[in-house]
């Protein structure tokens, strides 16, 4: 006779931030952090050594959630990367960050 093993479905631990972007646990450490270590290279006991507020079991289960979820992650970071983008374009214009590191040396 065998004893039934009874499985706990676990959530995985991500987070709305209040700028829209998708945290780990309790930490300040952004999905996007975390998938840019993983997609160059690192595998998640590196990840846990740059990131220390990390618990590996976090690491591994936001990579799990990634792979199953490909799709409607990878749709995130782009939206994600477009807004940075847009950002990054408008601070231009409204700042004048052309030459701005050479007007400052010359401020000196």
């Not at 220390?52 to 994600?80: C, G, K, W």
């Not at 983008?85 to 700042?95: I, M, P, T, V, W």
Request: positive net charge; proline residues 4%; charged residues 20%.
């Amino acid at each position: 006779m065998s004893i039934p093993v009874e499985f706990l479905a676990t959530a995985p631990p991500l987070r709305w931030d209040e700028a829209g972007g998708i945290r780990i646990g309790q930490s300040r450490v952004t999905l996007d952090s975390l998938l840019a270590a993983y997609h160059t290279g690192s595998t998640p006991e590196e990840i846990a050594l740059q990131y220390d507020v990390l618990h590996l079991s976090e690491i591994y289960t936001a990579i799990t959630y990634y792979l199953t979820h490909r799709q409607q992650i990878d749709n995130y970071l782009e939206q994600r990367r477009q807004k940075a983008q847009q950002h990054r374009q408008k601070l231009a214009q409204n700042y004048n960050l052309v030459n701005l590191r050479q007007r400052l040396l010359t401020r000196h």
